[in-house]
Structure formats: structure tokens, C-alpha cells
């Protein structure tokens, strides 16, 4: 039996956290929150507002990594909830790991901004949302593992789509 980790990817506000609880719970996976793993002073980065750069993530993908190799060497399975946002991040989550996929999270930046404004006590500024956006490398054909989840339907109907792509590999 191997261990397999599912990186539930996207922009904040796509709804990573709250659907990846409810796919987790269902299907009796591990939930890792990546927001959980970050060091300490890219949290009071971000919480004043400031985005992070890629000096600030390396430590943090890091940390992500090691969770999905720790899943994978003790043959768990899980979610990691983690933005991924660019590709040679995703290739960082990958080194040394055999069994990663990914589910993107994909929806149109007004949708997530109209998402975003419903949300409570969240630090995600319009600014960082633009941000985010601007980072964002879609995942392409070149990245195999990466599965696209449209999360313009209801949230029962993207827990289902993310059901559906993970059953085939537990």
C-alpha cells in the first residue's frame, strides 16, 4: 500500500479549506492545512497586508513537501490545502515525492472576488486577490497530475467533482 497525497490548489477564496473538509471527511482522508505550515514570519507578512515572494514560500513549499513525503512513507492518504499558485512550486511539492496529484481549483477572478466578499475574518485583501491572479501559472498539459476542478457550481457540486477525481487513485 502507498501513501498518496491530493494538493488542493488555487487562488485564495476558491474554496480549498472548506471543500477540502468536506472531500476529506467523506472519503476518510488526512487533512493537512498548508495555511498551518507556514513559518512564522510569513504569517505577520501576510497579515499586514503584504503578498509573499518566492524567498518567503521556498521554506513553506518545504514544509509541504515533507508532508506529502511523510503521507507517502507511512501509506496514508490525504489533502494538503496549499495555493501551489506557480509552476515551480508544484515541481518543489513533487521533488522526492512519487504519489502527488493535484486538483486545481479554477474559477474566473470575478467569481472569486464575489466568493471572497462573502467570506468573514479572512486577511485576503482585493490587492492580494489581484495578486494572487497575477501569479498564477495554470497548470498546463505538461503537468499530467494536475486535475482541473470548475468550481462555478454549487459547493455540493465541486465536492463531487473532487470525489470523483480522487476515487480512482485510493
Known amino acids: 500500500m502507498n501513501g498518496q497525497s ?7 477564496s476558491t474554496g480549498k479549506t472548506t471543500i477540502g473538509t468536506e472531500v476529506a ?13 507556514h513559518p512564522r514570519a510569513n504569517i505577520i507578512k501576510m497579515g ?4 509573499l515572494n518566492d524567498e518567503d514560500r521556498h521554506p513553506w513549499l518545504e514544509r509541504i513537501n515533507d508532508a506529502a513525503f511523510s503521507l507517502e512513507q507511512k501509506s496514508e492518504k490525504g489533502i494538503i490545502i496549499c495555493s501551489a ?13 512519487k504519489n502527488v ?19 468573514q ?23 499530467p497530475d494536475v486535475i482541473h476542478i470548475d468550481i462555478s457550481g454549487s459547493f455540493e457540486e465541486v465536492v463531487e467533482a473532487c ?4 476515487q480512482p487513485h485510493l
Open 6 to 12: 491530493f494538493i488542493l490548489m488555487g487562488v485564495s
Open 25 to 37: 471527511r467523506r472519503l476518510h482522508l488526512k487533512l493537512i492545512d498548508g495555511d498551518d505550515l
Open 48 to 51: 499586514s497586508g503584504q503578498p
Open 85 to 97: 499558485l506557480k509552476k515551480k512550486y508544484r515541481d518543489q511539492i513533487r521533488q522526492g515525492n
Open 101 to 119: 496529484r493535484f486538483l486545481f481549483l479554477n474559477g474566473s477572478f470575478e467569481l472569486v472576488l464575489e466568493r471572497m466578499k462573502q467570506r
Open 121 to 143: 475574518g479572512h486577511y485576503m485583501k482585493t490587492e492580494m486577490l489581484k495578486s494572487q491572479f497575477a501569479t498564477l501559472e495554470v497548470p498546463q498539459t505538461d503537468e
Open 163 to 166: 470525489i470523483q477525481a480522487i
